[in-house]
T-cell receptor, first 115, second 116 residues
Framework: NAGVTQTPKFRVLKTGQSMTLLCAQD?????MYWYRQDPGMGLRLIHY???????AKGEVPDGYNVSRLKKQNFLLGLESAAPSQTSVYFC??????????????FGPGTRLTVL | AQKVTQAQTEISVVEKEDVTLDCVYE???????LFWYKQPPSGELVFLIR??????QNEISGRYSWNFQKSTSSFNFTITASQVVDSAVYFC?????????????FGSGTQLTVLP
């Protein structure tokens, strides 16, 4: 059981370049999330998905797009990277629960630098 | 809107001291869940505890204990007899019980350093 994995672990981009971060989970979770972590600000939700084929905006969605074509994968795209997107990106997943809230399982993170 | 405040940005203690990490939250929801996560220097986030707003019982797990007080909107975390391996950033987080996607709102974290 690999849990939640993220690819790549590190990346350096130039302003204006595009890239896609891949998140994969093998726990059959319905819910998946993308967060960014910046110094002194905790984690902030970018986008999330409640199931295959669905996505929704979180707190800081501008400049990002996502897709959930397969249940186990959640992709985060940057179409035109900006220095303000320099951050550590975390993917997470969790089970559904009608009367119970499950914890989120996090991936190891991707450190992205935009020059 | 929800908000989680961890006023202690950094705490430094000497090994074997007890330390309490504060968490204060704001929410309009009547039912909600609170979480604590640990982020060691390696960077991954590790789940520590989940607490339902219905349940105000304190919880103890080994050297860790949690004090949930709904009246003061606080969910504080105490480490007894701290160890160097406890050095990490600790995050408190909140989600409403009735949210369709269980989005977490995180505090800004407390960096705990335990000195040998």
């Amino acid at each position: 059981n690999a849990g939640v994995t993220q690819t790549p672990k590190f990346r350096v981009l130039k302003t204006g370049q595009s890239m896609t971060l891949l998140c994969a989970q093998d726990m059959n979770h319905e819910y998946m999330y993308w967060y960014r972590q910046d110094p002194g600000m905790g984690l902030r939700l970018i986008h999330y998905s409640v199931g295959e084929g669905t996505t929704a905006k979180g707190e800081v969605p501008d400049g990002y797009n996502v897709s959930r074509l397969k249940k186990q994968n959640f992709l985060l795209g940057l179409e035109s990277a900006a220095p303000s997107q320099t951050s550590v990106y975390f993917c997470a997943s969790s089970e559904t629960g009608t009367s119970y809230v499950h914890e989120q399982f996090f991936g190891p993170g991707t450190r992205l630098t935009v020059l | 809107a929800q908000k989680v405040t961890q006023a202690q940005t950094e705490i430094s203690v000497v090994e074997k001291e007890d330390v309490t990490l504060d968490c204060v939250y704001e929410t309009r929801d009547t039912t909600y869940y609170l979480f604590w996560y640990k982020q060691p220097p390696s960077g991954e986030l590790v789940f520590l505890i989940r607490r339902n707003s219905f349940d105000e019982q304190n919880e103890i797990s080994g050297r860790y204990s949690w004090n949930f007080q709904k009246s003061t909107s606080s969910f504080n975390f105490t480490i007894t007899a701290s160890q160097v391996v406890d050095s990490a950033v600790y995050f408190c987080a909140l989600t409403p019980s009735v949210s369709s996607a269980r989005q977490l709102t995180f505090g800004s974290g407390t960096q705990l350093t335990v000195l040998p």
